[in-house]
C-alpha cells in the first residue's frame, strides 16, 4: 500500500462526520444490532410466548424499568449546564411520576400484574435471572464510568424504540388480548421516547467536536444494544431452549 493511500484512509477516519452521517451511523447501528429482531421479541410478535414465558419477560423486564430513574440521575449528577438537566430531568418524572401511583415504572407493574403477577413479588426483585441483573448493572456503569458524552449517547437506542413500541402494541393486542388493558406504558412511551431521542441526538452531535469523540458516541450506542441483546439472551435461554432457569429465578407454573 503506497504512502497517498495510507493518507487517503488516515483522513477518512479523522474526518469529522456531517450531522447526516453522524446520524446514518447512529442508524446504521440500531438497524444491526437494536433488539427488535432478538428472537424473543420475534416470538413475542408472532403470539408464540407462552403466557409464563411473558411473565418471565414482564418481571426481569422490570429491574430494567426500575433503574433507568436511576441512570438518569446519574447522568444529571454529571451535568455541568442547567439547559441540559432542565431537559434531561424530563426522564425521571415520566419513568417515577409526580407522586405515588403514576410514571412508567407504575405502568410497567401495571402489565406485569395483566401477566397474573403478584406486585409485590415483581417489585421485589429477587427472582431477576443472573444475566439480566448483570447486563442492567453493566449499564449503570456505562454511564457512571464512561465519558459525559457515552452516558448520553448510550441512551440513543430511543431513536428506534418507537418503532419497535408501535409493533408491540399492535401484536400484544392481537395476540395477546388479556393483556390489553396493561399496556399503557407503551402507549406513554409512543411520545415521550421520540422527544427523548431528539435532544439526546441534538445533544451529542453538537458535543462530538472530533472524530473520536463522535465514534465514542456511536459505540456507547453499540454497547446500549449489546446490554439490551443481552437480557432477552438471558430470557430466551433460560425460558424458551433450553428451558433451564438458574436457581432462585422465577419459574413460571406449569401451564
Given at each position: 500500500m503506497d504512502t497517498r493511500q495510507l493518507t487517503l484512509e488516515t483522513a477518512a477516519e479523522t474526518e469529522l462526520l456531517s450531522r447526516e452521517e453522524f446520524m446514518a451511523r447512529l442508524e446504521a447501528v440500531l438497524t444491526e444490532r437494536y433488539h427488535h429482531q432478538h428472537p424473543f421479541h420475534l416470538l413475542m410478535h408472532e403470539g408464540?410466548?407462552?403466557k409464563g414465558q411473558l411473565q418471565a419477560w414482564a418481571l426481569n423486564r422490570y429491574y430494567y424499568q426500575s433503574v433507568i430513574p436511576r441512570k438518569d440521575a446519574i447522568v444529571l449528577s454529571r451535568a455541568n449546564d442547567a439547559e441540559f438537566r432542565r431537559a434531561w430531568r424530563k426522564r425521571i418524572v415520566d419513568h417515577d411520576g409526580n407522586q405515588s401511583g403514576e410514571g412508567g415504572i407504575e405502568r410497567w407493574i401495571?402489565?406485569?400484574?395483566?401477566?397474573g403477577l403478584d406486585r409485590a413479588r415483581v417489585m421485589s426483585c429477587s427472582e431477576i435471572l443472573p444475566g439480566v441483573r448483570f447486563a442492567v448493572e453493566a449499564y449503570l456503569?456505562?454511564?457512571?464510568?464512561?465519558?459525559?458524552?457515552?452516558?448520553?449517547?448510550?441512551?440513543?437506542t430511543e431513536m428506534f424504540s418507537y418503532k419497535l413500541i408501535a409493533l408491540?402494541?399492535?401484536r400484544l393486542q392481537e395476540h395477546y388480548p388479556w393483556l390489553s388493558h396493561g399496556l399503557s406504558y407503551f402507549t406513554a412511551?409512543?411520545?415521550?421516547?421520540?422527544?427523548d431521542a431528539e435532544f439526546a441526538s441534538n445533544w451529542?452531535?453538537?458535543?462530538?467536536p472530533t472524530r473520536h469523540?463522535?465514534?465514542l458516541a456511536i459505540a456507547a450506542l453499540r454497547r446500549k444494544c449489546d446490554i439490551l441483546w443481552a437480557q432477552l439472551d438471558a430470557l430466551y435461554y433460560s425460558y424458551v431452549t433450553p428451558g433451564w432457569v438458574p436457581p432462585g429465578a422465577f419459574k413460571p407454573e406449569t401451564e
Open positions: 408464540r410466548l407462552t401495571q402489565l406485569a400484574e395483566a401477566t456503569h456505562l454511564v457512571s464510568r464512561g465519558s459525559f458524552l457515552e452516558a448520553v449517547a448510550s441512551s440513543l408491540r402494541i399492535d412511551r409512543l411520545t415521550q421516547a421520540p422527544e451529542a452531535f453538537m458535543h462530538a469523540e463522535q465514534e
